[in-house]
Nanobody, 118 residues
Framework: QVQLVESGGGLVQPGGSLRLSCVATGFAFRSARMAWYRQAPGQQREWVASITSAGNTNYLDPVKGRFTISRDNAKNTMYLQMNALKPEDTGLYYC????????????WGQGTQVTVSS
């Protein structure tokens, strides 16, 4: 059974940092392309960043240079280091696997809330 468990969110002031974690079990994490997504209040969920099994990364333009996606295959865990946070980064952050054909593969986890506010 696939499980995606996100953690690490919280309330942070503009300019602050957070590190999100995603523990993924029930599928071949080591060979999976993984991604972070977020959903702001009243908005659709959007893709934020991806990392391939080889460690190649891609980012949504507004987060480039501020966010860093990484993974630890030995721990079945993916991370999102978020620096220089802005109020527009506020949202519920989710992780999932994705393929060339599918923007996301598995049922969503509970997500982790990130709130950027002074």
């Amino acid at each position: 059974q696939v499980q995606l468990v996100e953690s690490g969110g919280g309330l942070v002031q503009p300019g602050g940092s957070l590190r999100l974690s995603c523990v993924a079990t029930g599928f071949a994490f080591r060979s999976a392309r993984m991604a972070w997504y977020r959903q702001a209040p009243g908005q659709q969920r959007e893709w934020v960043a991806s990392i391939t099994s080889a460690g190649n990364t891609n980012y949504l333009d507004p987060v480039k240079g501020r966010f860093t996606i990484s993974r630890d295959n030995a721990k079945n865990t993916m991370y999102l280091q978020m620096n220089a946070l802005k109020p527009e980064d506020t949202g519920l952050y989710y992780c999932n696997s994705q393929t060339v054909a599918l923007p996301y593969v598995y049922d969503w986890g509970q997500g982790t809330q990130v709130t950027v506010s002074s």
